[in-house]
Structure formats: C-alpha cells, structure tokens
C-alpha cells in the first residue's frame, strides 16, 4: 500500500514543479499565448496525467476488459470512451476558469486539488487496469471519489461556473463506484488489500555428468 501513497505523492510533486515551469514561462510571452499553453496544459493532464506517475497506469484494453462479470445495468462499450473524453473537456475548461479566477496563478489551492484528483485516478488505474486487482481497486474507489468532490466543492466555492461545469465528472465516478462495486461482487469478492502474485516454483536443477576418464 505504500508504494501506492507513494507514487501519488510524488506524481502529485511533478507536476506542480511543471506548473511553475509553466507559469515562469507564461511571465515572458503575451497573455492570449499563455491563455493557450495552459489550456493545452490542462487538456493534456485530462487525457494523459499518468505520463507523470511512476506506476503504469495504462488504460485498459478493448479485448481484456470485459473478460469478467459485469451488473446488466453496465453501459454499453462504446459509451466509456464517450464519457471519459467528455470529462476531459470538462476538466480542461473548468480549470482554465479557474487559472482565470485565480489571477493566472498556477500553483491555487483549487489546481492543486485537481491535479492530486488525477494522481489519485493515475494510480487507480494501475491498480484497475494492470495489476487487476478488483478488491484492492474497490477499496482506492473511496480515495478516488472523495477527490473528485473535493475538486468540484473546491471549484465551485472559486467559482460556482466552474463548479457547475465539473460537477458532471463527480457524478460518473459516483456511477464508477457502483459500477466496481457490483464486479467486486459478482467476481468472488477478492481480498481488499493487495495480495503478492504466488511465485514460481523454482526449476530443479539437473544433476551434473561425471566427467568422463
């Protein structure tokens, strides 16, 4: 479990000294082009924050993640990459009006909650994703969740436009959650904490030849 705290940690790190670096720059050139480097930052983190962690967080692929039992009520396929694009749009503008709000700061209170909100769903995903680990991936769902909240109450305390635009993102991760919940279930309710992988029995090694006189 500590690998995992861990790794969000220092993701979490990472990408607010690549905020600074991105807020010196934006000192130096004119305002509608540092209005455009960090809305694509901000899209860029939406889409692909795990570039930052540590962990693989790669996202699932098409021919292994329906492989387990899923509630009847599970959207269909085609619907998640509608969604989660969406959201990144979603995450994109809210936090550039929030870049707004702030003075053009980058390093805000809000920024930096959205910014551990990926962390948290970056290493989610490496637990969801590639580890497989369903119990240990229902137990992070809480962390997950939380953030996600914490962002859209955050946002909207800034600005109530930015909240309201978050605001749909806070209830699909709700839906995730029941989603996880009920594979959990459905799948023989594996441990909540990580389990080692079983190793290998060891190779017996041949008995070497005498030598011949």
Same mark, same amino acid.
């Given at each position: 479990?500590?690998?995992?705290?861990?790794?969000?940690?220092?993701?979490?790190?990472?990408?607010?000294? $690549?905020?600074?670096?991105?807020?010196?720059?934006? $000192?130096?050139?004119?305002?509608?082009?540092?209005?455009?480097?960090?809305?694509?930052? $901000?899209?860029?983190?939406?889409?692909?924050?795990?570039?930052?962690?540590? &962990?693989?967080?790669?996202?699932?692929? %098409?021919?292994?993640?329906?492989?387990?039992?899923?509630?009847?009520?599970?959207? %269909?396929?085609?619907?998640?990459?509608?969604?989660?694009?969406?959201?990144?749009?979603?995450?994109? /503008?809210?936090?550039? &009006?929030?870049?707004?709000?702030?003075?053009?700061?980058?390093?805000?209170?809000? &920024?930096?909650?959205?910014?551990?909100?990926?962390?948290?769903?970056?290493?989610?995903?490496?637990?969801?994703?590639?580890? #497989?680990?369903?119990?240990?991936?229902?137990?992070?769902?809480?962390?997950?969740?939380?953030?996600? /909240?914490? /962002?859209?109450?955050?946002?909207?305390?800034?600005?109530?436009?930015?909240?309201?635009?978050?605001?749909?993102?806070?209830?699909?991760?709700?839906?995730?959650?029941?989603?996880?919940?009920?594979?959990?279930?459905?799948?023989?309710?594996?441990?909540?904490?990580?389990? #080692? &992988?079983?190793?290998? %029995?060891?190779?017996?090694?041949?008995?070497?030849?005498?030598?011949?006189?």
């Amino acid at each position: 479990l500590s690998n995992y705290f861990l790794a969000t940690i220092v993701q979490v790190g990472f990408i607010c000294v $690549f905020m600074i670096g991105i807020e010196r720059v934006g $000192f130096l050139i004119r305002p509608e082009a540092y209005q455009i480097l960090v809305g694509g930052f $901000f899209a860029f983190m939406s889409l692909r924050s795990r570039v930052f962690s540590s &962990l693989d967080a790669s996202r699932p692929r %098409p021919e292994g993640e329906w492989e387990v039992k899923r509630p009847s009520w599970t959207p %269909p396929r085609m619907a998640f990459p509608v969604i989660w694009s969406s959201i990144a749009v979603l995450r994109t /503008v809210s936090s550039v &009006l929030i870049w707004e709000a702030g003075g053009r700061q980058m390093l805000t209170a809000p &920024l930096i909650a959205m910014v551990t909100h990926l962390s948290i769903g970056d290493t989610w995903n490496c637990i969801t994703n590639v580890e #497989k680990r369903r119990g240990t991936s229902l137990a992070g769902m809480p962390f997950v969740w939380g953030s996600v /909240v914490t /962002v859209v109450v955050i946002y909207y305390l800034t600005l109530p436009l930015a909240g309201l635009v978050l605001a749909p993102s806070a209830l699909w991760i709700s839906i995730a959650s029941a989603l996880i919940f009920s594979i959990w279930k459905l799948n023989g309710e594996e441990s909540l904490l990580p389990l #080692k &992988l079983p190793e290998l %029995p060891e190779k017996p090694q041949e008995p070497k030849e005498e030598a011949k006189a």
